[in-house]
């Protein structure tokens, strides 16, 4: 793929804590691959050691000027007693840093440390394949136009609990095609000759791939099927409220019929009332739809 083409984001296991989760996005290069082993532990001077060496000799040399300049000129300025008292202040801080620095040498990374805490709790755009990576795509996508819709700000799909339901979609739905990835790669290694002597167990496999690809085109479908119907609920909702803008905005005009023609201002006002009711009659219906739909992206308690 190139710079230009869209990758998905990375998606995380329910039971990952927010504060995990944003220190790991902020180091993405510090993240496993699930399907990968967890390395060991690698120090901080391990992993560049060029830069923790250096930082400690750098502040050794200030270290030792700063001493070499307190202990010229501290018995200038003070009496005896409190010079040597103001220059091992000044020598003691300088060894505390150096040793404190030497210390946090040998330390590891929190990002290396919670990418290999919850490995296997996180998934990349690296952990799919083209294929899967673009079901990714569609079903961020699709969340994000249901997060992102006014219907969900305004509270009228509360009790469909999205900001639960969706987040877990997303991770069951990556689970299953870094799977699948995996799978598919291995599937494809087999060559010929074994694909001869083993044809019933590589079709079988197979079938299970093409199986599961559908389920995943399935799944994925139904919350692009949700997100759709969530916009066209915000469409009816921008059209209600324009119609009661319109209400209030005609006013004037209504009046000025009215006074010359009763019958025709009359008419008018019903007229925009029925399409009031009618769009909210519409809204009603649409939300009712949503929230069938949300059932299907929620699991039954016997799965």
Known sequence: MTSDTPTPETVFAPEVPQRDRKILLKE?????PAAGPIPKAVSNFRAAPGAALGGIVFVAVVDAVVVALAARFLPRILP??????????????GILVIVGLIWGATLTSLESDLARKHHGKYLQASDWDADAQQLMLRAQAAVRAVTAAEVTRRGLLDDIQND???PEQLWDIGQILQKLTVLRSRHREIDAAAASVLSETVTRQADALQRTEAAMERKV???EK?????????????AE??????????????????SA???????????????AID???????RLAAIRETSQALTPSPEA
């Open 241 to 258: 409220r324009a119609v009661e803008q319109v209400r209030k905005d005609d006013d004037a005009y209504v009046e000025l019929l009215a």
């Open 221 to 223: 479908a139904t919350l």
């Open 279 to 285: 769009l909210h009659q519409q809204l009603a219906l």
């Open 28 to 32: 993405p290069k510090e993240m496993i």
């Open 80 to 93: 005896a007693l409190a010079a040597e008292v103001a220059f091992g202040l000044v020598a003691g801080i």
């Open 261 to 275: 023609e009763p019958a025709a201002g009359t008419a008018l006002i019903e007229d925009l009332s029925e399409d």
């Open 226 to 238: 949700y997100a759709d119907q969530v916009r066209s609920a915000d469409a009816l909702l921008r």
């Open 164 to 166: 639960v339901v969706l």
